[in-house]
């Protein structure tokens, strides 16, 4: 009788520390580091920021480029501007949220053969909206067949 192989399920957090935003930092050496941890060979990774004005995308982790995506978020919801948040709070980050909104909380990722599946120049960012720093946490799911 052929031994079938069991789902595995794989719970963590990643905590980071961001600068004012738009803050972009590589997390693609900790997300590989729970796959190894993880030792599901395929299946799928599911990560997600928590809070309100922190964002998670890929992207080539490149300086030029990451300037233009903060220059894009920037242009997409500009600090400074009357955001209706404001009139309730008071605390100047209308734009954050709108900003982490537009990108959103969480990613999904394949694993093949026990490796994130990205292509040469992507790599998974996080990134800190608020208009102060913050430390964040991710939560990451690693859902697929062990090895």
Known sequence: MEHMKQVSVFIKSIEISLKTGPDICDITPEIRQLIKESQIENGNLNATMV??????????????????????INRLAPPGLEYEHEKAWH?????????AALLGPSIALPIRSGQLKLGTWQQVVAINHDNGPRTRTIEVTIIGLAA
């Not at 309100?52 to 300037?67: C, N, R």
């Not at 605390?91 to 900003?99: T, W």
Request: proline share 3%; aromatic share 4%.
């Open 51 to 72: 809070g309100s004005t922190g964002a998670l995308t890929t992207i080539e982790f490149e300086p030029g480029v990451v300037e233009d995506l903060k220059m894009a």
């Open 91 to 99: 605390d100047g980050n209308g734009h954050s949220h709108v900003q």
